[in-house]
Protein backbone atom coordinates (compact mmCIF):
# COMPACT_ATOMS: atom_id res chain seq x y z
CA UNK A 1 0.00 0.00 0.00
CA UNK A 2 1.11 3.43 -1.08
CA UNK A 3 1.09 5.62 1.74
CA UNK A 4 -0.04 9.25 1.53
CA UNK A 5 3.67 10.78 3.37
CA UNK A 6 5.48 8.74 0.35
CA UNK A 7 3.97 11.21 -2.28
CA UNK A 8 6.33 14.24 -2.76
CA UNK A 9 4.68 17.05 -3.11
CA UNK A 10 4.29 17.91 -7.10
CA UNK A 11 5.01 22.30 -7.28
CA UNK A 12 2.25 24.21 -8.55
CA UNK A 13 2.42 25.12 -12.52
CA UNK A 14 3.78 28.63 -13.34
CA UNK A 15 1.15 30.83 -13.97
CA UNK A 16 0.99 33.12 -16.89
CA UNK A 17 2.86 36.22 -14.67
CA UNK A 18 5.90 33.81 -13.88
CA UNK A 19 6.26 32.58 -17.46
CA UNK A 20 6.14 35.91 -18.75
CA UNK A 21 8.41 37.14 -15.96
CA UNK A 22 11.01 33.88 -16.55
CA UNK A 23 11.28 34.83 -20.44
CA UNK A 24 12.19 37.87 -19.89
CA UNK A 25 14.04 37.17 -16.78
CA UNK A 26 16.07 35.23 -18.87
CA UNK A 27 16.85 37.66 -21.71
CA UNK A 28 17.87 40.55 -19.18
CA UNK A 29 19.88 40.60 -16.50
CA UNK A 30 17.60 43.97 -14.99
CA UNK A 31 14.71 42.16 -15.29
CA UNK A 32 15.54 38.86 -13.36
CA UNK A 33 16.85 41.29 -10.38
CA UNK A 34 13.78 42.95 -9.79
CA UNK A 35 11.33 40.14 -11.07
CA UNK A 36 12.73 37.08 -10.14
CA UNK A 37 15.94 37.50 -7.56
CA UNK A 38 13.41 39.24 -5.38
CA UNK A 39 11.41 36.36 -4.59
CA UNK A 40 14.15 35.22 -2.83
CA UNK A 41 13.30 37.87 0.03
CA UNK A 42 10.35 37.71 0.39
CA UNK A 43 9.02 38.72 3.94
CA UNK A 44 12.63 40.44 4.51
CA UNK A 45 13.21 44.33 4.71
CA UNK A 46 16.01 46.41 4.82
CA UNK A 47 16.34 49.67 7.24
CA UNK A 48 15.72 52.37 4.68
CA UNK A 49 17.45 56.10 4.63
CA UNK A 50 14.94 57.43 7.35
CA UNK A 51 15.22 54.49 9.52
CA UNK A 52 12.07 52.91 8.58
CA UNK A 53 11.95 49.06 7.37
CA UNK A 54 10.83 48.88 3.57
CA UNK A 55 10.36 46.12 1.28
CA UNK A 56 13.64 44.61 -0.14
CA UNK A 57 13.96 46.24 -3.64
CA UNK A 58 16.72 47.32 -5.80
CA UNK A 59 17.23 50.76 -6.63
CA UNK A 60 18.22 52.52 -10.27
CA UNK A 61 21.90 52.34 -9.07
CA UNK A 62 22.05 48.45 -9.66
CA UNK A 63 19.66 48.55 -12.08
CA UNK A 64 22.82 50.17 -13.85
CA UNK A 65 24.62 47.68 -12.78
CA UNK A 66 22.98 44.89 -14.41
CA UNK A 67 22.30 46.89 -17.60
CA UNK A 68 26.76 47.62 -17.30
CA UNK A 69 27.16 43.68 -16.86
CA UNK A 70 24.64 42.00 -19.75
CA UNK A 71 26.54 43.66 -22.16
CA UNK A 72 30.33 43.89 -21.07
CA UNK A 73 31.49 40.41 -20.47
CA UNK A 74 34.62 41.71 -18.89
CA UNK A 75 33.61 44.27 -15.94
CA UNK A 76 35.80 45.62 -13.25
CA UNK A 77 33.60 47.57 -10.74
CA UNK A 78 34.65 48.83 -7.35
CA UNK A 79 31.88 49.89 -5.00
CA UNK A 80 31.34 50.50 -1.63
CA UNK A 81 30.48 48.56 1.44
CA UNK A 82 26.71 47.21 2.38
CA UNK A 83 25.76 48.94 -1.68
CA UNK A 84 24.70 44.96 -2.92
CA UNK A 85 27.68 44.72 -4.92
CA UNK A 86 27.64 41.14 -3.85
CA UNK A 87 23.96 40.71 -3.73
CA UNK A 88 24.08 41.71 -7.32
CA UNK A 89 27.05 40.97 -9.49
CA UNK A 90 28.18 38.14 -6.70
CA UNK A 91 25.29 36.33 -6.56
CA UNK A 92 22.96 37.40 -8.52
CA UNK A 93 25.24 37.34 -11.68
CA UNK A 94 26.11 33.31 -11.52
CA UNK A 95 21.83 32.95 -10.80
CA UNK A 96 21.15 34.89 -13.78
CA UNK A 97 23.71 32.92 -15.29
CA UNK A 98 21.98 29.52 -14.29
CA UNK A 99 18.38 30.98 -15.13
CA UNK A 100 18.63 31.60 -18.70
CA UNK A 101 20.46 28.29 -18.99
CA UNK A 102 19.48 26.54 -22.78
CA UNK A 103 18.58 22.79 -23.41
CA UNK A 104 20.76 20.39 -22.94
CA UNK A 105 23.67 22.53 -21.59
CA UNK A 106 26.18 22.63 -18.88
CA UNK A 107 26.82 25.65 -17.26
CA UNK A 108 29.45 25.76 -14.61
CA UNK A 109 31.39 28.48 -12.88
CA UNK A 110 33.91 29.63 -10.18
CA UNK A 111 33.71 32.02 -7.22
CA UNK A 112 36.90 33.53 -6.13
CA UNK A 113 37.62 35.47 -2.94
CA UNK A 114 40.81 35.90 -1.39
CA UNK A 115 40.23 32.81 0.50
CA UNK A 116 38.53 29.89 -0.04
CA UNK A 117 36.14 29.80 3.06
CA UNK A 118 34.81 34.01 1.97
CA UNK A 119 34.39 32.20 -1.45
CA UNK A 120 32.09 28.89 0.09
CA UNK A 121 30.03 30.92 2.31
CA UNK A 122 28.81 33.12 -0.77
CA UNK A 123 28.15 29.64 -2.92
CA UNK A 124 26.14 28.65 0.35
CA UNK A 125 24.19 31.97 0.59
CA UNK A 126 23.62 31.82 -3.30
CA UNK A 127 22.33 28.15 -2.64
CA UNK A 128 20.06 29.25 0.12
CA UNK A 129 18.14 31.64 -2.31
CA UNK A 130 18.07 29.38 -5.03
CA UNK A 131 16.54 26.82 -3.46
CA UNK A 132 13.68 29.36 -1.48
CA UNK A 133 12.80 31.19 -4.47
CA UNK A 134 9.66 30.00 -5.99
CA UNK A 135 11.03 29.97 -9.34
CA UNK A 136 13.28 26.84 -9.02
CA UNK A 137 10.36 25.09 -7.90
CA UNK A 138 10.83 22.35 -9.87
CA UNK A 139 14.52 22.22 -9.73
CA UNK A 140 16.37 19.46 -8.71
CA UNK A 141 19.49 19.77 -6.08
CA UNK A 142 22.16 17.20 -6.90
CA UNK A 143 24.08 17.82 -4.13
CA UNK A 144 21.49 18.00 -1.44
CA UNK A 145 24.29 17.56 1.21
CA UNK A 146 27.01 19.97 0.23
CA UNK A 147 25.92 23.60 1.53
CA UNK A 148 29.46 25.07 -0.13
CA UNK A 149 28.48 23.28 -3.70
CA UNK A 150 25.87 24.41 -6.63
CA UNK A 151 24.65 21.54 -8.46
CA UNK A 152 21.16 21.28 -9.78
CA UNK A 153 19.21 19.98 -12.93
CA UNK A 154 17.26 23.17 -14.11
CA UNK A 155 13.39 21.85 -14.37
CA UNK A 156 10.46 24.43 -15.49
CA UNK A 157 7.95 21.74 -15.37
CA UNK A 158 8.92 19.09 -18.16
CA UNK A 159 11.82 17.47 -16.76
CA UNK A 160 15.34 18.58 -16.84
CA UNK A 161 16.59 20.95 -19.59
CA UNK A 162 20.16 21.97 -18.16
CA UNK A 163 23.05 21.37 -15.23
CA UNK A 164 24.05 24.36 -13.36
CA UNK A 165 27.38 24.19 -11.28
CA UNK A 166 29.16 26.67 -9.43
CA UNK A 167 32.21 26.09 -6.90
CA UNK A 168 34.14 28.43 -4.60
CA UNK A 169 37.69 28.63 -5.02
CA UNK A 170 40.44 30.92 -2.79
CA UNK A 171 42.03 33.42 -5.50
CA UNK A 172 45.40 32.06 -4.65
CA UNK A 173 44.63 28.33 -5.45
CA UNK A 174 43.46 29.23 -9.01
CA UNK A 175 45.08 26.64 -11.84
CA UNK A 176 44.78 26.98 -15.19
CA UNK A 177 43.34 23.87 -17.50
CA UNK A 178 39.82 24.34 -16.40
CA UNK A 179 37.47 26.34 -18.95
CA UNK A 180 34.38 27.35 -16.93
CA UNK A 181 31.59 28.83 -18.45
CA UNK A 182 31.70 32.38 -16.22
CA UNK A 183 33.87 33.68 -13.56
CA UNK A 184 33.67 35.75 -10.48
CA UNK A 185 35.96 37.25 -8.99
CA UNK A 186 34.55 39.28 -5.12
CA UNK A 187 36.46 40.62 -2.82
CA UNK A 188 39.68 38.84 -3.88
CA UNK A 189 42.23 41.52 -2.46
CA UNK A 190 41.37 40.58 1.54
CA UNK A 191 39.56 44.01 3.60
CA UNK A 192 40.34 46.92 4.87
CA UNK A 193 41.23 45.31 8.65
CA UNK A 194 43.80 42.87 6.68
CA UNK A 195 45.47 45.49 4.09
CA UNK A 196 48.03 42.84 2.33
CA UNK A 197 51.62 43.65 1.85
CA UNK A 198 52.89 44.70 -1.56
CA UNK A 199 54.28 41.16 -1.78
CA UNK A 200 50.96 39.67 -1.95
CA UNK A 201 49.42 42.42 -4.29
CA UNK A 202 51.94 41.66 -6.44
CA UNK A 203 51.46 38.17 -6.57
CA UNK A 204 47.80 38.05 -7.12
CA UNK A 205 47.98 40.65 -9.36
CA UNK A 206 49.88 38.14 -11.67
CA UNK A 207 47.50 35.01 -10.31
CA UNK A 208 45.06 37.22 -12.07
CA UNK A 209 46.96 37.94 -15.12
CA UNK A 210 48.28 34.71 -16.12
CA UNK A 211 45.99 31.96 -14.44
CA UNK A 212 42.17 33.88 -13.97
CA UNK A 213 41.95 36.08 -17.34
CA UNK A 214 42.28 32.87 -19.69
CA UNK A 215 39.68 30.46 -17.47
CA UNK A 216 36.91 31.41 -19.62
CA UNK A 217 36.82 29.15 -23.01
CA UNK A 218 34.85 32.54 -25.07
CA UNK A 219 35.34 36.06 -24.65
CA UNK A 220 31.71 36.11 -24.53
CA UNK A 221 32.14 34.43 -21.31
CA UNK A 222 31.35 36.75 -18.34
CA UNK A 223 34.50 37.32 -16.34
CA UNK A 224 33.72 40.27 -13.60
CA UNK A 225 35.44 41.65 -11.09
CA UNK A 226 34.17 43.78 -7.86
CA UNK A 227 35.27 44.62 -4.89
CA UNK A 228 37.62 47.39 -2.74
CA UNK A 229 41.06 48.93 -3.93
CA UNK A 230 44.11 48.58 -1.48
CA UNK A 231 46.50 50.57 -3.55
CA UNK A 232 47.24 52.27 -7.08
CA UNK A 233 49.10 49.00 -8.87
CA UNK A 234 47.03 46.18 -7.24
CA UNK A 235 44.39 44.80 -10.44
CA UNK A 236 41.29 46.39 -9.39
CA UNK A 237 43.06 49.78 -10.84
CA UNK A 238 45.28 48.12 -13.36
CA UNK A 239 42.51 47.17 -15.48
CA UNK A 240 41.40 50.72 -16.09
CA UNK A 241 44.09 50.89 -18.89
CA UNK A 242 43.12 47.24 -19.77
CA UNK A 243 40.67 48.66 -23.15
CA UNK A 244 39.07 45.21 -23.29
CA UNK A 245 37.82 46.04 -19.42
CA UNK A 246 35.07 48.31 -18.41
CA UNK A 247 36.37 49.57 -15.43
CA UNK A 248 34.11 52.14 -13.13
CA UNK A 249 34.45 53.43 -9.50
CA UNK A 250 31.41 54.14 -7.38
CA UNK A 251 32.14 55.83 -4.24
CA UNK A 252 29.45 56.12 -1.74
CA UNK A 253 29.24 60.12 -2.11
CA UNK A 254 29.18 60.85 -5.36
CA UNK A 255 29.54 64.62 -5.02
CA UNK A 256 30.62 66.18 -1.90
CA UNK A 257 29.90 69.76 -3.15
CA UNK A 258 26.37 69.00 -3.94
CA UNK A 259 26.33 66.00 -1.10
CA UNK A 260 25.03 63.95 -4.28
CA UNK A 261 24.72 59.93 -2.96
CA UNK A 262 24.60 56.91 -5.24
CA UNK A 263 21.83 55.10 -2.81
CA UNK A 264 19.46 57.48 -2.07
CA UNK A 265 16.80 55.28 -0.73
CA UNK A 266 19.19 53.48 2.06
CA UNK A 267 22.63 56.11 2.37
CA UNK A 268 20.96 59.91 2.27
CA UNK A 269 24.50 62.33 2.91
CA UNK A 270 23.42 62.73 6.13
CA UNK A 271 23.49 59.04 6.75
CA UNK A 272 26.82 58.33 5.50
CA UNK A 273 28.13 61.24 7.84
CA UNK A 274 26.54 59.39 10.64
CA UNK A 275 28.72 56.43 9.16
CA UNK A 276 31.48 58.26 8.59
CA UNK A 277 31.81 59.68 12.61
CA UNK A 278 30.99 56.14 13.69
CA UNK A 279 33.62 54.24 11.64
CA UNK A 280 36.14 57.30 11.55
CA UNK A 281 37.53 58.94 8.14
CA UNK A 282 39.69 56.61 7.38
CA UNK A 283 37.62 53.52 7.31
CA UNK A 284 35.10 55.63 5.67
CA UNK A 285 37.12 56.91 3.03
CA UNK A 286 38.54 52.96 2.18
CA UNK A 287 35.34 51.56 2.69
CA UNK A 288 32.99 53.70 1.21
CA UNK A 289 34.73 56.43 -0.95
CA UNK A 290 37.10 53.78 -2.35
CA UNK A 291 40.28 55.54 -1.54
CA UNK A 292 42.81 52.87 -1.64
CA UNK A 293 44.38 51.81 1.51
CA UNK A 294 47.84 53.19 1.09
CA UNK A 295 46.19 57.11 0.93
CA UNK A 296 44.98 56.84 4.91
CA UNK A 297 47.92 58.88 5.28
CA UNK A 298 46.93 61.91 3.00
CA UNK A 299 48.28 65.46 3.77
CA UNK A 300 45.07 66.73 2.72
CA UNK A 301 42.27 64.53 2.24
CA UNK A 302 39.01 65.52 0.21
CA UNK A 303 37.25 66.37 3.76
CA UNK A 304 39.81 69.61 4.39
CA UNK A 305 39.48 69.96 0.39
CA UNK A 306 35.42 70.14 0.86
CA UNK A 307 35.72 73.16 3.11
CA UNK A 308 36.97 75.35 -0.11
CA UNK A 309 35.53 74.18 -2.94
CA UNK A 310 32.93 75.84 -4.90
CA UNK A 311 30.57 73.98 -6.13
CA UNK A 312 29.41 76.38 -8.40
CA UNK A 313 32.32 77.75 -9.51
CA UNK A 314 33.37 77.21 -13.13
CA UNK A 315 36.51 77.19 -14.97
CA UNK A 316 36.84 79.68 -17.05
CA UNK A 317 35.51 79.56 -21.02
CA UNK A 318 38.46 79.47 -22.95
CA UNK A 319 36.11 80.84 -26.12
CA UNK A 320 35.26 84.02 -24.50
CA UNK A 321 37.77 87.01 -23.49
CA UNK A 322 39.25 87.36 -20.57
CA UNK A 323 39.50 91.09 -19.27
CA UNK A 324 41.06 91.36 -16.20
CA UNK A 325 39.91 95.21 -15.81
CA UNK A 326 40.51 95.65 -11.95
CA UNK A 327 44.14 94.53 -12.45
CA UNK A 328 44.30 91.80 -10.49
CA UNK A 329 46.76 89.49 -9.78
CA UNK A 330 46.81 86.41 -11.97
CA UNK A 331 49.10 83.51 -10.52
CA UNK A 332 49.52 80.70 -12.05
CA UNK A 333 51.72 76.99 -11.54
CA UNK A 334 52.81 74.44 -13.72
CA UNK A 335 54.29 70.40 -12.60
CA UNK A 336 55.94 69.28 -15.51
CA UNK A 337 54.73 66.01 -15.77
CA UNK A 338 57.23 62.89 -17.43
CA UNK A 339 56.30 60.09 -19.96
CA UNK A 340 54.21 58.28 -17.81
CA UNK A 341 52.73 61.43 -15.84
CA UNK A 342 50.55 64.50 -17.07
CA UNK A 343 51.65 68.00 -17.20
CA UNK A 344 49.14 69.94 -14.81
CA UNK A 345 48.71 73.75 -15.04
CA UNK A 346 46.42 75.58 -13.29
CA UNK A 347 45.62 79.89 -13.20
CA UNK A 348 44.65 81.54 -10.09
CA UNK A 349 42.82 84.85 -9.71
CA UNK A 350 44.04 86.80 -6.69
CA UNK A 351 41.09 88.89 -4.84
CA UNK A 352 41.49 92.53 -2.63
CA UNK A 353 41.24 90.01 0.32
CA UNK A 354 44.27 88.05 -0.94
CA UNK A 355 42.17 84.64 -1.57
CA UNK A 356 42.82 82.96 -4.77
CA UNK A 357 40.13 82.18 -6.88
CA UNK A 358 40.74 79.10 -9.37
CA UNK A 359 40.68 80.30 -12.73
CA UNK A 360 41.43 77.09 -15.14
CA UNK A 361 43.23 74.05 -14.47
CA UNK A 362 43.96 71.70 -17.32
CA UNK A 363 45.88 67.94 -17.24
CA UNK A 364 47.89 67.55 -20.56
CA UNK A 365 47.57 64.42 -20.96
CA UNK A 366 49.60 62.88 -24.12
CA UNK A 367 50.54 65.70 -25.09
CA UNK A 368 54.33 65.90 -26.28
CA UNK A 369 56.63 68.10 -24.70
CA UNK A 370 56.67 70.86 -27.78
CA UNK A 371 52.90 70.70 -27.71
CA UNK A 372 52.49 71.65 -23.84
CA UNK A 373 54.39 74.78 -24.60
CA UNK A 374 52.37 75.79 -26.97
CA UNK A 375 49.18 75.31 -25.00
CA UNK A 376 51.21 76.80 -21.90
CA UNK A 377 52.02 80.13 -23.95
CA UNK A 378 48.14 80.47 -25.64
CA UNK A 379 46.59 80.16 -22.31
CA UNK A 380 49.47 82.95 -20.68
CA UNK A 381 48.27 84.51 -23.46
CA UNK A 382 44.48 84.14 -22.79
CA UNK A 383 44.98 84.92 -18.46
CA UNK A 384 48.22 87.06 -18.24
CA UNK A 385 50.34 86.63 -15.75
CA UNK A 386 50.98 88.52 -12.27
CA UNK A 387 54.02 85.74 -11.33
CA UNK A 388 53.95 82.33 -12.29
CA UNK A 389 56.55 79.47 -11.58
CA UNK A 390 56.76 75.83 -12.53
CA UNK A 391 58.97 72.51 -11.97
CA UNK A 392 62.14 72.90 -13.44
CA UNK A 393 63.86 70.39 -12.07
CA UNK A 394 64.57 68.50 -14.98
CA UNK A 395 64.81 71.79 -17.31
CA UNK A 396 62.47 69.70 -20.22
CA UNK A 397 60.99 72.99 -21.15
CA UNK A 398 63.76 75.67 -20.49
CA UNK A 399 65.08 75.74 -24.11
CA UNK A 400 61.28 74.95 -26.17
CA UNK A 401 60.37 78.35 -26.37
CA UNK A 402 58.31 78.35 -23.16
CA UNK A 403 56.77 81.93 -21.58
CA UNK A 404 59.85 84.22 -20.07
CA UNK A 405 56.65 84.58 -17.60
CA UNK A 406 57.15 81.31 -16.81
CA UNK A 407 60.05 81.14 -13.69
CA UNK A 408 61.19 77.90 -13.45
CA UNK A 409 61.82 76.57 -9.43
CA UNK A 410 64.14 73.02 -8.96
CA UNK A 411 61.96 70.98 -6.46
CA UNK A 412 64.46 70.30 -3.20
CA UNK A 413 63.43 68.81 -0.68
CA UNK A 414 62.82 71.92 1.75
CA UNK A 415 61.26 73.69 -1.24
CA UNK A 416 58.51 70.78 -1.17
CA UNK A 417 58.17 71.24 2.56
CA UNK A 418 57.49 75.07 1.86
CA UNK A 419 54.93 74.57 -0.97
CA UNK A 420 53.32 72.07 0.77
CA UNK A 421 53.23 74.24 4.14
CA UNK A 422 52.02 77.53 1.89
CA UNK A 423 49.23 75.09 0.21
CA UNK A 424 47.79 73.90 3.99
CA UNK A 425 47.72 77.32 4.79
CA UNK A 426 45.44 78.06 2.41
CA UNK A 427 43.01 75.57 2.72
CA UNK A 428 43.00 76.16 6.51
CA UNK A 429 42.56 79.82 6.70
CA UNK A 430 40.30 82.09 9.14
CA UNK A 431 37.77 84.13 7.82
CA UNK A 432 40.07 87.30 8.07
CA UNK A 433 43.23 85.25 6.34
CA UNK A 434 43.99 84.49 2.60
CA UNK A 435 42.55 81.47 1.30
CA UNK A 436 41.90 79.57 -1.87
CA UNK A 437 38.76 78.82 -4.03
CA UNK A 438 38.92 75.39 -5.48
CA UNK A 439 36.93 74.36 -9.08
CA UNK A 440 34.67 71.21 -7.96
CA UNK A 441 36.21 68.62 -10.38
CA UNK A 442 37.27 65.06 -9.49
CA UNK A 443 40.45 64.96 -10.98
CA UNK A 444 42.14 67.73 -9.89
CA UNK A 445 40.74 67.09 -6.45
CA UNK A 446 41.81 64.08 -6.09
CA UNK A 447 45.22 64.28 -7.31
CA UNK A 448 46.00 66.66 -4.86
CA UNK A 449 45.03 64.22 -1.62
CA UNK A 450 47.58 61.95 -3.24
CA UNK A 451 50.27 63.63 -1.73
CA UNK A 452 51.33 61.29 1.59
CA UNK A 453 52.31 63.13 4.96
CA UNK A 454 56.05 62.54 4.27
CA UNK A 455 55.47 64.46 0.79
CA UNK A 456 55.47 61.71 -1.31
CA UNK A 457 52.89 61.22 -4.38
CA UNK A 458 51.39 58.08 -4.66
CA UNK A 459 51.44 57.09 -8.27
CA UNK A 460 47.58 56.30 -9.70
CA UNK A 461 45.82 56.06 -13.61
CA UNK A 462 44.70 59.41 -13.26
CA UNK A 463 48.17 61.06 -12.54
CA UNK A 464 50.88 61.90 -9.79
CA UNK A 465 49.69 63.80 -7.20
CA UNK A 466 50.91 66.26 -10.03
CA UNK A 467 47.36 69.40 -8.94
CA UNK A 468 48.99 69.20 -6.11
CA UNK A 469 52.58 70.53 -6.83
CA UNK A 470 50.89 72.80 -9.57
CA UNK A 471 48.90 74.44 -7.14
CA UNK A 472 51.55 74.74 -4.67
CA UNK A 473 53.68 76.80 -6.78
CA UNK A 474 50.88 78.67 -7.49
CA UNK A 475 50.25 79.55 -4.37
CA UNK A 476 53.89 80.82 -3.92
CA UNK A 477 53.94 82.85 -6.66
CA UNK A 478 51.48 84.65 -4.83
CA UNK A 479 53.01 84.72 -1.59
CA UNK A 480 56.10 86.09 -3.06
CA UNK A 481 54.11 88.80 -5.05
CA UNK A 482 54.26 90.56 -8.17
CA UNK A 483 57.35 90.48 -9.66
CA UNK A 484 58.75 92.48 -12.96
CA UNK A 485 62.09 91.05 -12.61
CA UNK A 486 63.67 88.08 -15.01
CA UNK A 487 59.74 88.34 -16.56
CA UNK A 488 59.17 89.39 -20.12
CA UNK A 489 56.04 91.16 -21.85
CA UNK A 490 53.42 88.43 -22.22
CA UNK A 491 54.32 87.38 -26.05
CA UNK A 492 57.87 86.82 -25.15
CA UNK A 493 59.53 83.49 -25.20
CA UNK A 494 63.02 81.71 -23.97
CA UNK A 495 65.47 81.12 -27.19
Given amino acids: MIRLGD???????????ENVNRHLGQAYFWWFLEEVLTRSFEGQTFTGNEGRQEPYKFSALHREWALLAQYNPRLCIQAP?????????????????????????????????????LANEKVAALKRLIKTNPYCRYWKDLKPTAENIIDFFVDWGDGPVAEVVLIGSGI??????????????????????NPLASSELRLINRIFRQTIMSLPANYD?????IGTPQAYDDILYQLAANEEWLWLVYPAVKDWGTHEV????????????????????????VEYQLLPVILTNQFLTREDLNQVVDVQLRPWNLEKQFVNAGGLGIYAGMDVGKEVHPTHIVFTLELPSGTLITLYQTFMDHLSYPEQVKTVNRLTEVFGLTRSYYDATFNVLDDRGLNQRWIGRVFTRKLKGDLATGLEKRVFADADQPGIVLLNDRRFLDQITMVKKDLKAVETPDGHADSFWSTALAVRAADDGPSFLDMGSVGMTRK
Fill in 7 to 17: IAAVPDPFTLE
Fill in 81 to 117: RAHLKTTVLGQGGPFWQMFKAGNNELVDGVYFSYKAE
Fill in 172 to 193: KSATRGRHPSYVICDDILSDFA
Fill in 221 to 225: DPLWL
Fill in 262 to 285: QWPEKYSYGRLMTIRKSVKPDAFE
